[in-house]
């Protein structure tokens, strides 16, 4: 059965520090391998990754995928609390409906002042 | 800012009801989509639209009903829910089928949700 394992679950900080937040996957036919950040609601997109070894990068936020390992890591360095969400990892695959993300459990991320 | 919308944002219902949940979305993609989100599990696809057809039903019990009447606009209509349909549910839209760079499909963007309470 394919699955997306998130870790830690949760994760508290102070401001400043730097966070290395963990996505594992099994799944079949992978495509491509997406981070959202999930503040009250509505879940925000933040990276889509499809190539093993290149960084995307957004301001503090990085992510890389390894394709032979299976797995993600989205890295946020000089945190600050408004860096406080959940961090979702889904994965898409070929083969699959139209849409069918499967997600991850999230990251529950608090940023202490 | 969202390209997504929806409304209500909160909703209370007894088991008995019968109301609808709206999104909408302006940022002309083809695919839409209805997810569940309950606590500590991960988001659960119920349906999914493309090109106004209904592509995926992720066996969600039939007291809940989607309506697509546009590539803009979607409905779950919900009538003799339980409590353990209390849930936040989201709504996203994406590239539909026509898009050949398949990943390009994978990006979804989501609304605010609406937060259902079952009594």
């Known amino acids: 059965e394919d699955k997306v394992v998130q870790s830690p679950l949760s994760l508290v900080v102070h401001e400043g520090d730097t966070v290395t937040l963990n996505c594992s996957y099994e799944v079949t036919n992978f495509r491509s391998l997406l981070w959202y950040k999930q503040e009250k609601k509505a879940p925000t997109f933040l990276f889509m990754l499809?190539?093993?070894?290149i960084e995307k990068k957004s301001g503090r936020l990085s992510s890389i995928l390894d394709k032979k390992e299976l797995f993600s890591i989205l890295n946020i360095t000089a945190t600050q609390t408004g860096d406080s969400a959940v961090y979702l990892c889904a994965v898409g695959r070929y083969g699959g409906s139209q849409g069918n993300l499967i997600f991850g459990k999230g990251t529950k991320l608090s940023v202490k002042p | 800012e969202t390209g997504v919308t929806q409304t209500p944002r909160h909703l209370v219902m007894g088991m008995t009801n019968k109301k609808s949940l709206k999104c909408e979305q302006h940022?002309?993609?083809?695919?839409m989509y209805w997810y569940k989100q309950s606590a500590k599990k991960p988001l659960e696809l119920m349906f999914v639209?493309?090109?106004?057809?209904?592509?995926e039903n992720n066996s969600v019990p039939s007291r809940f009903s989607p309506e697509c009447p546009n590539s803009s606009h979607l409905f779950l209509h919900l009538h003799t829910l339980q409590p353990e349909d209390s849930a936040l549910y989201l709504c996203?839209?994406?590239?539909?089928?026509?898009?050949?760079?398949?990943?390009?499909?994978?990006?979804?963007?989501f609304g605010p949700g609406t937060r259902l309470t079952v009594l």
């Open positions: 639209y493309n090109f106004k057809e209904q592509t």
């Open positions: 499809t190539s093993s070894g």
């Open positions: 996203a839209s994406s590239l539909g089928q026509g898009v050949m760079v398949r990943e390009r499909r994978d990006t979804q963007y």
């Open positions: 940022l002309g993609h083809n695919a």
